[in-house]
T-cell receptor, first 113, second 115 residues
Framework: DQQVKQNSPSLSVQEGRISILNCDYT??????FLWYKKYPAEGPTFLISISSIKDKNEDGRFTVFLNKSAKHLSLHIVPSQPGDSAVYFC????????????FGKGNQVVVIP | DVKVTQSSRYLVKRTGEKVFLECVQD?????MFWYRQDPGLGLRLIYFSYDVKMKEKGDIPEGYSVSREKKERFSLILESASTNQTSMYLC??????????????FGDGTRLSIL
């Protein structure tokens, strides 16, 4: 059973506009959430994270919002750039500290120049 | 920078062969992980290890085993390869120091084809 869900598998956005990726989770024990970015033929690279004690975390063009009551998080990229074209994975872990992650299926983002 | 190195980028093997995928990290990380990535299924955890000689099953361990004899090296073994194990295999490592928000660092993957 998929504990982390990413719907709308692909997204196309114009350069300079906002990209919004959504992620829902079912396990109420999840307290930590991470986003990874993956280019073809490369491993995923860490992008940004958020703990459940926060509702927002920002790092440059990337902002993650967490709505714990709705078990929903989103990643905003603004402005989008052609180099942002990649697959984005949402991941979650619980508070037992073993760093085991549950991943979503990923969203393909294409930024059109 | 953390470096996670997987021994092969591409590998072709035959059904029934025993296959070894090797992963080495250079940051003295305690945790190491093996995933497979398939279209439409995302990343699925096969096995992980918290320390030398320790291993835990992930979500899809059937048909696989692992070995962690040294801290820096984590091997994934396909005991008798089958065509449904054709996939992209990704190794990752992380430190225990910062707890759950410690990101995992990934290698570039091994694309394994079983004929």
């Amino acid at each position: 059973d998929q504990q982390v869900k990413q719907n709308s598998p692909s997204l196309s956005v114009q350069e300079g506009r906002i990209s919004i990726l959504n992620c829902d989770y079912t396990n109420s024990m999840f307290d930590y959430f991470l986003w990874y970015k993956k280019y073809p033929a490369e491993g995923p690279t860490f992008l940004i994270s958020i703990s459940s004690i926060k509702d927002k975390n920002e790092d440059g063009r990337f902002t993650v919002f967490l709505n714990k009551s709705a078990k929903h998080l989103s990643l905003h990229i603004v402005p989008s750039q052609p180099g942002d074209s990649a697959v984005y994975f949402c991941a979650a872990s619980d508070r037992n500290g073993n760093n085991r992650l549950a991943f979503g299926k990923g969203n393909q983002v294409v930024v059109i120049p | 920078d953390v470096k996670v190195t997987q021994s092969s980028r591409y590998l072709v093997k035959r059904t029934g062969e025993k296959v070894f995928l090797e992963c080495v990290q250079d940051m003295d990380h305690e945790n190491m992980f093996w995933y497979r990535q398939d279209p439409g299924l995302g990343l699925r955890l096969i096995y992980f290890s918290y320390d030398v000689k320790m291993k835990e099953k992930g979500d899809i361990p059937e048909g696989y085993s692992v070995s962690r004899e040294k801290k820096e090296r984590f091997s994934l073994i396909l005991e008798s390869a089958s065509t449904n194990q054709t996939s992209m295999y990704l190794c990752a490592s992380s430190s225990r120091d910062r707890g759950p928000l410690q990101p995992q660092h990934f290698g570039d993957g091994t694309r394994l084809s079983i004929l």
